[in-house]
Nanobody, 114 residues
Framework: QERFVESGGGLVQAGGSLRLSCTVAGLGTYINVAAWYRQSPGKQRELIADVTFSNKPTYVDSVKGRFTITRDNPSDTIYLQMNDLKPEDTAIYYC????????WGQGTQVTVSS
């Protein structure tokens, strides 16, 4: 099975914005909840936002009001718009399905400087 391919990370100052993308073939026809995760140095990978096939989102408290997850089924892509970034958002960001997850992709590095 293919892995998700994440992109869009980079270096940004605190208060800035980034838009992450991830894609995997078949996402748009697979009725499964997809999610963005992140892993900071020395910490476990954590789920931060998920989205249903019909684009209903859920967020953890730490990103609520700052991040927006959306799903574009025709293009097999999930986006994460990240605004008002903070140094504690620095991490590698990954996508995966919540049920029947794939092997993890390479992720995309987000670094927020203070």
């Amino acid at each position: 099975q293919e892995r998700f391919v994440e992109s869009g990370g980079g270096l940004v100052q605190a208060g800035g914005s980034l838009r992450l993308s991830c894609t995997v073939a078949g996402l748009g026809t697979y009725i499964n909840v997809a999610a963005w995760y992140r892993q900071s140095p020395g910490k476990q990978r954590e789920l931060i936002a998920d989205v249903t096939f019909s684009n209903k989102p859920t967020y953890v408290d730490s990103v609520k009001g700052r991040f927006t997850i959306t799903r574009d089924n025709p293009s097999d892509t999930i986006y994460l718009q990240m605004n008002d970034l903070k140094p504690e958002d620095t991490a590698i960001y990954y996508c995966n399905y919540i049920l029947a997850p794939r092997e993890w992709g390479q992720g995309t590095q987000v670094t927020v400087s203070s």
